[in-house]
């Protein structure tokens, strides 16, 4: 298995990668900051958001049982899929049903995060992804490095050049209006034929049975409205009480993710309306791991993320490495602690050590999550796991030394006389491997303490 | 429902029944913001402030005077044929243009065609926004969604302040869609480019009395 610390460093070499996402993240930084300071009562939104998210994980049941009957009572179909190969299985099945082997989708990290593409493949059924960025992730065969802007790390000379090998397009320039405009017209084609089409959902109304999907450039209205079919499938944390609470959310959300006032487009449809959009509707809902989140006191608060995206433009660890280090769908602060929990501790465990615990993610968290306190509680986890270690014993002995003063200013005098010594530039032994990802400071000639009694002596 | 269907549905259910055995106590919901401290005029404009933010022409106008500023709009933009919802009133068609009543046309024809006129249910002022909820003069949603111009009637008495006062007067019995702006990306390179797979252009006709 392949750790954070292992994947990064590819990432930590490439200096385009580098500059691309520095220039993004502190963009989108930038504008998020003008686009909440507008706003006096962020800090009461963000609150009754988190309020709103910890209620429905304090009776998931309830709520879950209450979209599905409204669903129902609107008609739609309501599935339930424990796992990403049940929830993959229904939807192929669903689709082989309507004997489509086309189907167009809106961008949706839930459907990446089963594997939807690749199972709908095997059963001979192609799926177009059609936002952007997606779709330029998808010709290249390729995986995503950010949540919101998948394709950050390809600039548009790269994009041209895929654009020519795989749309059937003859000229194009690198300009972004002329790369967009072949994907518009690749994909209108697409849209006025596709019988099917599948998406993910950003909020689900227990209240009314009413899904919600966020979006800007209207791929999303047109993989709703357009086929015959629509299939939606919705992690099961995605629900919310009432109606009432997509007011909050649709504050929060747009600010922290594109930092927009509000993103061009929001689809709110309830089951199958006549004379307007898809025949048949079919929600499947997804646990595939959510329930063992729901199972940690500490780690449940998780379970309020909307997908924005907001922690992974002030991470500096993100910054640094890129999405590609994460392995996992869910880059940033936010994979580091949802991956482990979803996949299990054992399988991730290298995850929650993607962070210098600066805090910058919980400052800008529009659902107040408490990120580096999970991260820690999983960190706490991972080590219990493993066990004891000459690792563990070496930071136990040293925080005895840190403990007391005389030892500590012994250590100091100690670590002094080494300095300069061949092979510790890097710490020794059992600490090799947290020293490892860590530079070291300086080790100055004498401590502040020594200086202070040396010019209180005079 | 299927055998291994319903066992998935319970099984989900048990766990979560399991891993969260006593319903938690809701947590106090703190008050937010739920209207602006502005008159009529001041929400006009401030919508229309907003709105122009996204690359929206506003079209200032009155009831009288709409038919004629329609007309302007569709020369503006070298429109010929214009999608219309069946029940359009008769005060709003421009002059000069081809009107197409959407009797469940295709995709295909709709795509054909040059742009598309509706009215909204109500816009936002605060975060620049029109509401459509497949009410009166609005039509279905692939009228607003398939050809490249989106012309929208906006009358000063439905601007709201802020998205709590929208939600205060939605109905999701049909489908509702929030528009702000025309279709856009900033997939590559961060550079915003409008119009991806929605109308590329959206021009609202403000009727101010």
């Known amino acids: 298995m392949t750790t954070f610390q292992q994947a990064a460093r590819s990432g930590l070499r490439d200096a385009q990668l580098r500059r691309n996402l520095d220039h993004a993240t502190r963009t989108i930084r930038d504008k998020r900051s003008r686009a909440v300071a507008e706003l006096p009562d962020w800090e009461a939104l963000r609150s009754a958001a988190a309020a709103a998210k910890d209620e429905v994980l304090g009776r998931l049941d309830d709520y879950l049982l209450e979209l599905e009957q409204r669903v129902q009572e609107r008609g739609g179909a309501v599935h339930w899929a424990r796992d990403a190969a049940e929830a993959n299985r229904i939807v192929a099945d669903l689709v082989l049903a309507t004997g489509a082997d086309e189907v167009v989708k809106v961008k949706s990290l839930t459907t990446e995060e089963i594997g939807l593409n690749e199972a709908l493949a095997e059963h001979g059924i192609a799926a177009v992804e059609t936002d952007l960025a997606a779709l330029i992730i998808q010709l290249g065969d390729d995986t995503s490095s950010h949540i919101l802007v998948p394709a950050i790390h390809k600039n548009r000379a790269q994009i041209r050049e895929l654009f020519l090998r795989t749309l059937g397009v003859t000229e194009l320039s690198d300009e972004p209006a002329a790369l967009t405009e072949a994907a518009r017209r690749y994909l209108r084609e697409r849209f006025l034929r596709a019988r099917v089409g599948v998406s993910g959902a950003n909020f689900g109304v227990a209240a009314t049975g009413t899904v919600c999907v966020v979006e800007s450039e209207g791929n999303g209205r047109m993989c709703t409205t357009l086929p015959e079919t629509l299939i939606t499938v919705m992690g099961i944390e995605k629900v919310v009480p009432t109606l009432a609470d997509l007011e909050v959310f649709l504050q929060l959300l747009p600010r922290s993710s594109t930092a927009e006032r509000m993103n061009p487009y929001t689809s709110l449809w309830t089951g199958v309306h006549e004379g307007d959009g898809p025949r048949e509707f079919h929600l499947v809902l997804l646990d595939n791991g959510r329930t063992n989140v729901l199972a940690d006191e500490i780690g449940r608060q998780t379970l309020r993320c909307i997908r924005c995206s907001a922690c992974l433009n002030v991470c500096p660890v993100y910054a640094r490495t890129g999405g590609h280090a994460y392995g996992s769908v869910y880059p940033g602060p936010i994979g580091a602690i949802l991956t482990p929990q979803l996949v299990g501790i054992d399988k991730a465990g290298s995850l929650p050590y993607a962070s210098s615990l600066c805090g910058a993610c919980a400052d800008v968290c529009p659902v107040n999550i408490d990120i580096p306190r999970v991260l820690v509680h999983l960190r706490a986890h991972e080590t219990a796991q493993r066990g004891p270690s000459a690792e563990r014993l070496s930071m136990q002995a040293l925080a005895r030394m840190f403990a007391s003063r005389e030892r500590f200013e012994r250590l100091q005098r100690v670590a002094r006389r080494g300095r300069g010594l061949p092979g510790l530039s890097r710490l020794p032994g059992p600490l090799r491997e947290w020293g490892r990802v860590r530079d070291l400071p300086q080790i100055p000639d004498e401590s502040f303490r020594d200086w202070w009694r040396r010019e209180r002596s005079r | ?209």
């Open chain 2, 1 to 209: 429902m299927s055998g291994s269907a319903s066992e998935a549905r319970e099984a989900i259910l048990g766990r979560i029944r399991a891993v969260v055995p006593a319903a938690h106590p809701p947590g106090a919901r703190p008050a937010y913001r739920r209207s602006l401290e502005l008159d009529r005029a001041g929400l006009v404009a401030l919508f229309a402030e907003r709105i122009a933010d996204y690359d929206v022409t506003v079209h200032p106008t009155t009831t009288d005077g709409l038919g004629a500023v329609l007309g302007e709009a569709c020369r503006a933009h070298a429109v010929r044929r214009l999608a219309v919802p069946q029940d359009l009133p008769a005060g709003w068609r421009p002059d000069g243009v081809v009107l197409v009543p959407d009797d469940g046309l295709s995709g295909a024809e709709l795509d054909a065609l040059d742009g598309a006129l509706t009215g909204c249910a109500l816009a936002i002022a605060d975060t620049g926004t029109i509401v459509l909820d497949s009410g009166p003069t609005q039509g279905r949603r692939a009228l607003t969604l398939i050809p490249d111009l989106h012309l929208c009637v906006v009358f000063a008495d439905t601007v709201v302040g802020t998205v709590p006062e929208a939600f205060d007067r939605i109905s999701v019995e049909r489908p509702v869609t929030f528009v702000s702006g025309p279709s856009a990306t900033s997939d590559i390179e961060l550079s915003r480019v409008r119009g991806v797979h929605g109308p590329r252009r959206l021009d609202v006709v403000m009727v101010l009395e």
